[in-house]
């Protein structure tokens, strides 16, 4: 009935049915992925998970207070590394920021690729589940008229 609607004929469908049926269509996405990843992939993927951790965020945080603590109070005038407006550690934080950005972006781009394809596995699994079960409802429909096609043959017998 599904694929009737879709303008397939019965022998289309029943090919169609078989061939769902006797084929795995699931696939391990995780696994696939996995597969061909590039190193470049792996470290996108590595960096994306440190830098979005809250051990980074609160390690960056000591790092930044380390910094101008050594700078504004522990060295003193030319020992200082980087004087108050701290214009090194400005420098330092915007090309991390220009280096990260891209880095998450690529391993993020990946992972909503991966999301695609594990979409559409869904989509195929759900639709066969829907034609095996249609298929079956076909079937259970054809056994209950012809039970109700007996019944009334035996009843027409006892009859006579």
């Known amino acids: 009935m599904l694929l009737k609607n879709n303008g397939l004929e019965?022998?289309?469908?029943?090919?169609l049915l078989d061939l769902l049926v006797d084929q795995p269509i699931s696939i391990d996405v995780d696994k696939q992925e996995e597969?061909?990843?590039t190193?470049?992939?792996?470290?996108a993927d590595k960096v994306s998970e440190?830098?979005?951790s809250w051990g980074f965020i609160l390690g960056f945080c000591g790092f930044l207070i380390f910094w101008i603590v050594l700078n504004?109070?522990?060295?003193e005038?030319?020992?200082?590394?980087?004087?108050?407006?701290?214009?090194?550690?400005?420098?330092l934080l915007s090309c991390l920021a220009a280096l990260q950005a891209p880095i998450i972006m690529m391993s993020q781009n990946r992972q909503a690729a991966k999301d695609s394809l594990r979409n559409q596995?869904?989509?195929?699994?759900?639709?066969?589940?829907?034609?095996i079960l249609e298929d079956l409802h076909d079937k259970m429909e054809e056994?209950?008229?012809n039970q109700r096609k007996i019944i009334k043959y035996i009843e027409e017998d006892n009859n006579k």
Do not use: C, H, V, W
């Open 10 to 15: 019965e022998s289309d469908e029943e090919e």
């Open 50 to 52: 440190i830098a979005g």
């Open 121 to 131: 596995n869904d989509y195929r699994t759900d639709l066969k589940s829907e034609l």
């Open 72 to 75: 504004a109070y522990i060295l």
């Open 35 to 37: 597969a061909k990843m």
């Open 77 to 91: 005038g030319d020992n200082q590394i980087d004087a108050y407006p701290f214009i090194l550690l400005n420098l």
């Open 143 to 145: 056994i209950l008229r």
């Open 39 to 43: 190193k470049g992939d792996k470290i």
